[in-house]
């Protein structure tokens, strides 16, 4: 039986979440996946009730199970200066489980092409995958503050080692292999000591991928280069703050981020969340737009569970209900139904078979 730990967190990560674990329901129903599930404490809430955005308990409770399912964390109720953040959480939950590979699918759905700010021609057939270092880099890198000669100064230090590099990129190139077999190298090797020796390294992991092919791109250019000419990239390998950076740029082009699932491998159990945050503003309100965390759902049967069948499924279920024209408000144009988040989540369960 497969063991899954829920971390709902904050904000709107209870209410998708929720229906995420409807349409898993489901999936047990019709393809006879067995599971079971444990419920822990994450983010804002683990703080007011814990004092940590990553209580024992819950570090506890991630390493006894097969994958993650996390909702969302976050708000302004937290974000006082100098208290413990939410987010804090996201990056121990990351660092616990040694989980260095965040992978975001980034997909321009057929029936929501018009719902981008890009003209069609630009995003049409639009299919990429952003590979993204998550344990090393500026976010933990030496950090501080002081005040020297009455002048406050703050520093956040990029680091890297060769391990580091060399295992993310490994793979990225296993997955290019899997999918059109292309891979762009993002960095800022005229300018950073870290990026050359990253080009070096995907330089030496390249010779034993011969049937891929490999560029190299400046992070300022790929940012660009997302805007003019999405459809060009397959597979982005990059740094955890450029990798940051992008996939939320590149967000974009799938017309809302209500709709980008994500996961994160490495040494421990997988982790499934939605690129999306708590969204705190329409917390509680049935406003929120579940697909993202669904579609997670459709990762962690396909990476973690090998259960190919139920993955495709879901998201065959996601395009079916897209094509019928119900959207939640962050996708939707007047010619379309605008639904809740219960209402998506009927939705979907209806269509899956």
């Known amino acids: 039986m497969l063991k899954l730990a829920i971390l709902p967190g904050d904000g709107i990560g209870v209410e998708v979440t929720k229906q995420a674990l409807r349409v898993l329901e489901k999936v047990k129903e019709v393809?006879?996946?067995?599971?079971?599930?444990?419920?822990?404490?994450?983010?804002?809430?683990?703080?007011?009730?814990?004092?940590?955005?990553?209580?024992?308990?819950?570090?506890?409770?991630?390493?006894?199970?097969?994958?993650?399912?996390?909702?969302?964390?976050?708000?302004?109720?937290?974000?006082?200066?100098?208290?413990?953040?939410?987010?804090?959480?996201?990056?121990?939950?990351?660092?616990?489980?040694?989980?260095?590979?965040n992978l975001r699918p980034i997909k321009c759905w057929k029936y929501l092409i018009d719902q981008s700010p890009f003209k069609n021609e630009k995003v049409e057939g639009v299919d990429l995958l952003i590979v993204r270092e998550l344990t090393g880099g500026a976010y933990f890198g030496s950090r501080g503050t002081e005040i020297k000669d009455n002048i406050e100064r703050a520093f956040d230090t990029i680091e890297y080692n060769e391990k580091e590099i060399r295992r993310l990129v490994k793979i990225a190139f296993d997955l290019a292999g899997q999918r059109r077999k292309k891979i762009t190298s993002v960095d800022k090797a005229n300018v950073l000591d870290t990026s050359r020796l990253w080009r070096k390294i995907v330089e030496e992991e390249a010779t034993g991928y011969s049937e891929i092919s490999l560029n190299h791109m400046y992070v300022d250019n790929c940012a660009m280069q997302i805007c003019s000419n999405p459809a060009q990239f397959d597979v982005i390998v990059t740094e955890n703050m450029f990798g940051d950076i992008l996939s939320d740029q590149a967000s974009v082009l799938g017309a809302s981020l209500g709709m980008l699932p994500s996961a994160s491998i490495g040494e421990g159990p997988a982790l499934y969340e939605p690129a999306h945050g708590s969204a705190p503003d329409i917390a509680g309100q049935d406003k929120a737009n579940p697909l993202a965390t669904i579609l997670s759902v459709a990762m962690m049967l396909r990476i973690s569970f090998k259960l190919f069948d139920a993955a495709k499924a879901i998201e065959k279920a996601v395009d079916i209900v897209l094509k019928r024209g119900l959207r939640t408000a962050d996708i939707w144009l007047p010619r379309d139904t605008c639904v809740g988040t219960c209402a998506m989540g009927d939705a979907v369960l209806r269509e899956i078979v």
């Open 31 to 101: 393809y006879g996946v067995e599971y079971s599930c444990s419920e822990g404490l994450i983010g804002g809430k683990a703080i007011d009730e814990t004092g940590s955005p990553f209580p024992q308990q819950t570090k506890d409770l991630v390493k006894q199970c097969d994958a993650v399912l996390l909702g969302a964390v976050g708000g302004p109720k937290w974000e006082k200066a100098g208290s413990v953040r939410p987010e804090k959480g996201l990056l121990e939950i990351r660092k616990y489980l040694q989980l260095y590979a």
